[in-house]
């Protein structure tokens, strides 16, 4: 096996120019460390607007693709692979694009019978004095990552959150308003058509499971497996591996979802989004599930290697 790894020569994408470049050099780096170990022949590839070209000349068997964020998960770095006829790791074209935009992943979601929260699209311009929804409620924009400019709005607030329509905000003009949903915050792993653990992700210091406690070593506490009731438990797995295949995800990806057991134990489950490229940094959460379900890290990238094609 060695030797077959050994003359495959994995490009692995990383970096990038979106608002998620330091987590997806983050990402990048381990796993690139992980497949020269396993026996790859690696190229790092900090990936700029000259992504073509390099690729061309480089000529790589396999693109790993580490990218995070608008054009590395959102379908564009995928059309240029296809287009280029490069093999590579995670998602296709039609699913990242499908992902990454919350509103149209979540009505896929909702119509195989997915549970998910109330919401509503908007221009961040037509905040007004007026709530959008009754508080409690979240802001998002559409299509970022890492929980980029996610603000909560709480119950006693007087008015919506003026960030949202401030100079300061760079996430795009479109915005999703979406019903807080009280709770723990739950996760789980699809590895090719296989649901993982589920983990239970408890911040540290923090209101919400965002950026740093994301990133930052010490940010959140992962419970894996997590210490739920059986029956909830299985349900996250069933449920994250049917997004996964309604959105038409191929490799890895993770679900999340918010579980409140206030009020029975059995509570409410609800699908919050899917990532097609969770990130694989020392603290993140699918490697940690890989490894409660046997996989080694270096072995959870070699699969993602093993698994990649075009026409994903």
Same mark, same amino acid.
């Given at each position: 096996m060695t030797s077959d790894k050994a003359k495959k020569h994995v490009a692995v994408l990383m970096g990038g120019f979106s608002s998620e470049r330091p987590v997806s050099l983050a990402t990048g780096n381990p796993c690139a460390d992980a497949l020269e170990s396993a026996g790859y022949k690696v190229t790092r590839v900090d990936v700029g607007t000259d992504v073509a070209s390099v690729l061309t000349e480089l000529k790589p068997d396999v693109c790993f693709n580490a990218l995070h964020g608008p054009f590395g998960e959102d379908g564009s770095i995928q059309g240029v692979l296809e287009y280029l006829g490069i093999p590579y790791t995670h998602s296709g074209v039609t699913a990242s694009a499908l992902a990454m935009d919350k509103r149209l992943s979540k009505i896929v979601a909702k119509a195989v019978g997915i549970p998910v929260a109330e919401s509503k699209v908007m221009n961040r311009h037509d905040f007004t004095s007026a709530h959008p929804m009754q508080p409690p409620y979240v802001v998002k924009p559409v299509n970022e990552g890492s929980s980029f400019g996610v603000v909560i709005v709480q119950e006693n607030q007087t008015h919506p959150p003026q960030v949202i329509t401030s100079s300061e905000w760079k996430y795009g003009d479109e915005v999703m308003v979406e019903r807080y949903v009280p709770g723990r915050e739950l996760t789980c792993t699809i590895m090719g058509?296989?649901?993982?653990?589920?983990?239970?992700? =408890?911040?540290?210091?923090?209101?919400? @499971?965002? @950026?740093?406690?994301?990133? =930052?070593?010490?940010?959140?506490?992962?419970?894996?497996?997590?210490?739920?009731?059986?029956?909830?438990?299985?349900?996250?797995?069933?449920?994250?591996?049917?997004?996964?295949?309604?959105?038409?995800?191929?490799?890895?990806?993770?679900?999340?979802?918010?579980?409140?057991?206030?009020?029975?134990?059995?509570?409410? =489950?609800?699908?919050?989004?899917?990532?097609?490229?969770?990130?694989?940094?020392?603290t993140s959460l699918a490697p940690e599930m890989a490894l409660q379900a046997g996989h080694s890290f270096e072995e959870f990238v070699s699969w993602m290697v093993e698994d990649a094609s075009c026409r994903r």
């Open positions: 058509n296989v649901a993982l653990a589920v983990t239970e992700i =408890v911040p540290q210091g923090h209101s919400f @499971y965002d @950026y740093d406690s994301k990133y =930052v070593a010490g940010g959140s506490k992962h419970v894996c497996p997590a210490e739920i009731s059986p029956i909830v438990y299985q349900k996250i797995r069933r449920l994250a591996l049917k997004a996964h295949q309604a959105i038409g995800c191929r490799g890895v990806s993770r679900s999340d979802f918010r579980y409140d057991d206030r009020f029975s134990e059995n509570g409410e =489950v609800i699908w919050l989004e899917i990532n097609t490229q969770p990130g694989m940094t020392p």
